[in-house]
């Protein structure tokens, strides 16, 4: 089955008509999408510039992410889920546009360099997170995730304002 095709079933499934067809549905579900984004990526942009040192810079950092690393997961839960719903409605005109694989490419990204800062600092951010200077290799990942996780949100805004023919 090619990607063009599974995409067509999944546009032709009953839950692709019934979120499109639905006057409520389809917008509740893009809502809910941007307020899990907001929790998530806003949640972030908070840590990651804490990272950077440029804000909230008398907040321990690891006081920071113990807070916020729950209300970010859910957010994050949220956004997957209705990201895949919003998918599933519109699968065979996104599939041709190129900014979707680019959304997609970025996620990857962004999300392997999130797997590698919590493998690599986030289990023990108990050691470092008190310091008011944190150490540079932590400062590149918050800023690799702020311009990931931007260019994945700004690619996804685009998706609705391209030409979908």
Do not use: C
Not at 42 to 70: C, K, N, T, W, Y
Not at 149 to 158: C, E, N, Q, T
């Amino acid at each position: 089955m090619s990607l063009i095709e599974f995409a067509q079933l999944l546009y032709d499934s009953e839950m692709g008509t019934a979120l499109r067809e639905s006057i409520y549905a389809f917008p509740i579900v893009e809502g809910l999408h941007l307020i899990g984004l907001a929790f998530s990526f806003g949640l972030l942009m908070f840590i990651d510039l804490r990272l950077l040192g440029v804000f909230l810079e008398s907040e321990p950092a690891q006081e920071l992410l113990h807070s916020l690393r729950p209300w970010l997961l859910v957010g994050f839960v949220v956004t997957v889920i209705t990201g895949i719903l919003l998918f599933i409605a519109t699968a065979t005109k996104v599939i041709l546009l190129p900014v979707f694989y680019i959304k997609l490419g970025f996620i990857v990204l962004a999300g392997i360099n999130a797997v590698v800062f919590e493998l690599k600092w986030g289990r023990n951010v108990d050691d470092w997170g008190a310091q008011s200077v944190l150490p540079n290799s932590i400062k590149y990942a918050g800023l690799a995730s702020l311009v990931l996780w931007s260019v994945v949100i700004i690619a996804g805004r685009l998706i609705p304002y391209l030409n979908y023919e």
